[in-house]
T-cell receptor
Framework: KAGVTQTPRYLIKTRGQQVTLSCSPI?????VSWYQQTPGQGLQFLFE???????NKGNFPGRFSGRQFSNSRSEMNVSTLELGDSALYLC????????????FGSGTRLTVV | QKEVEQDPGPLSVPEGAIVSLNCTYS??????FMWYRQYSRKGPELLMY????GNKEDGRFTAQVDKSSKYISLFIRDSQPSDSATYLCAPREEAGGTSYGKLTFGQGTILTVHP
């Protein structure tokens, strides 16, 4: 079956712009989590959505937001981009909230210039 | 201090060696302990998970958790060049915890197995 699909794979944006990243979970998975991966900080939790509701949020500024649609697809948005937002953004899906069987996508590589 | 500490390595071993990867953590609420493997330009993939203290074996991989010392280990026997990747420990709270659902990743250990 198809895995977690993230689009686009690569993105270059200018400081101050905003960006929207998309994630399509594995069919039947209802929970979607987002993580930011950087060489300095590693993988850091952004937020998790289940049944269109945000269930948990990491320690990121309000410029980072997300949502989940009724078909479980999710988007995350970053407004007023900063150079430090350059990172690999990973989406993971699971059957249920807090499931241990998270499957990750290959990520979106965002570069802010 | 980070909640999960993991030696980033890099670790280089010959093919066939036994590899030991370790993490320490500080949050007593962690009850599930996952190990992920990440190849270059890919997302992490779940290798194994254990619940609470104890051992779990899956083929060449063995995961150990010692909650009394807050120490997590992953052992790889008969290591292969295809095991070359970054290994990440990721503990998680149990249902009802304030951060339920959130994986707290270690920094990751870069492993190279050379032929």
């Amino acid at each position: 079956k198809a895995g977690v699909t993230q689009t686009p794979r690569y993105l270059i944006k200018t400081r101050g712009q905003q960006v929207t990243l998309s994630c399509s979970p594995i069919s039947g998975h209802r929970s979607v989590s987002w993580y930011q991966q950087t060489p300095g900080q590693g993988l850091q939790f952004l937020f998790e959505y289940f049944s269109e509701t945000q269930r948990n949020k990491g320690n990121f500024p309000g410029r980072f937001s997300g949502r989940q649609f009724s078909n479980s697809r999710s988007e995350m948005n970053v407004s007023t981009l900063e150079l430090g937002d350059s990172a690999l953004y990973l989406c993971a899906s699971s059957l249920a909230w807090g499931g241990y069987g998270y499957t990750f996508g290959s990520g979106t590589r965002l570069t802010v210039v | 201090q980070k909640e999960v500490e993991q030696d980033p390595g890099p670790l280089s071993v010959p093919e066939g060696a036994i590899v030991s990867l370790n993490c320490t953590y500080s949050n007593s609420a962690f009850q599930y302990f996952m190990w992920y493997r990440q190849y270059s330009r890919k997302g992490p993939e779940l290798l194994m998970y254990t619940y609470s203290s104890g051992n779990k074996e899956d083929g060449r991989f063995t995961a150990q958790v010692d909650k009394s010392s807050k120490y997590i280990s992953l052992f790889i026997r008969d290591s292969q060049p295809s095991d070359s990747a970054t290994y990440l420990c990721a503990p998680r709270e149990e249902a009802g915890g304030t951060s339920y659902g959130k994986l707290t990743f270690g920094q990751g250990t870069i492993l190279t197995v050379h032929p």
